[in-house]
């Protein structure tokens, strides 16, 4: 009994140890990745047809996902913060807080959230796929760069594309906000984007779009490395395509916590 007690706690031991160093590595392999995509970006305007190509699927393709996750996200922000207001008759100033988590914290999160799951995960089963049917290894014995191929067009496409949805979720967030204010919680449009204007400021909007533009590089460097760490065939690319969207969806939170304390800590 005592030797199978060991056993157990050294094999929980060991499994804790290996899967640290597993993460290590991989944030070691992420890094290296990203820093191969800068040096590569040199050639960008040559993939300029991919990179758009990754950018039609990076915007248009999830168009009204992101379309009908934002409307509600300032629907319900709207009606969670006017209810707790009315008693107090201080429903105006839901506008104040509507734009200023928009644009501060909730748009790029939720839209990183929405591509992760949409455009992260396919971009891991792609090049996943591509890992274990032996297609990179067939590029680097043409002497082509899988990063200049296939991984710097999506990590710019989304480097690109990340702000710019995000900048349309703090627009219609704010448009379904204004909606609830004005037929539950007696709010004008007129005071509704008073409020609005009045407390969207600059540096909120710069932190928010600088969030949108690092989560964007992230989860593309994230999602394309774990496709190209892929092995054992199918199992693999699911494993890696699990992989990619959980790591992704740590990294968003961790990283766009620092990023806030960085900028409205004292």
């Known amino acids: 009994m005592v030797e199978k007690i060991k056993h157990t706690i050294i094999n ?3 499994d804790i140890g290996a899967n640290t160093l597993n993460i290590i590595a991989m944030m070691g392999y992420c890094m290296l990745l990203f ?3 800068v040096y590569y970006s040199k050639a960008a305007f040559e993939k300029r047809r991919e990179i758009l190509k ?3 699927y990076a915007g248009v393709k999830t168009f009204i996902v992101v379309s009908i996750v934002a409307l509600f996200t300032g629907m319900i922000l709207a009606l969670q913060t006017g209810l707790e207001l009315k008693p107090y008759q201080q429903q105006a100033l839901v506008g104040n807080i509507i734009i200023a988590t928009l644009t501060r914290e909730m748009a790029p999160f939720v839209t990183a959230i929405i591509l992760i799951a949409a455009v992260g995960s396919t971009m891991a089963a ?8 032996e297609e990179i290894d067939a590029l680097e014995m043409m002497a082509i760069s899988p ?3 296939l991984v710097m067009p999506r990590v710019i496409a989304l480097a690109i594309m990340l702000p710019i949805a995000t900048i349309y979720t703090n627009l219609l967030g704010s448009i379904g906000g204004g909606i609830v204010a004005y037929f539950q919680l007696d709010v004008s449009f007129d005071v509704y984007y008073t409020h609005i204007l009045d407390s969207l400021h600059f540096k909120a909007t710069y932190v928010g779009l600088l969030k949108a533009l690092v989560f964007g590089m992230m989860v593309s460097t994230i999602s394309c490395a774990n496709g190209l760490r892929a092995t054992n065939g199918a199992l693999g690319v ?8 959980v790591s992704s969806f740590l990294m968003v939170l961790i990283v766009g916590y620092y990023i806030t304390a960085l900028f409205y800590g004292k």
């Open 147 to 149: 990063v200049k191929f």
């Open 54 to 56: 990754q950018m039609y």
């Open 12 to 14: 929980f031991i060991r």
């Open 238 to 245: 699911g494993k890696a395509t699990r992989n990619s969207v």
């Open 35 to 37: 820093l191969e995509v």
């Open 126 to 133: 792609e090049i996943g796929t591509m890992t274990v049917s």
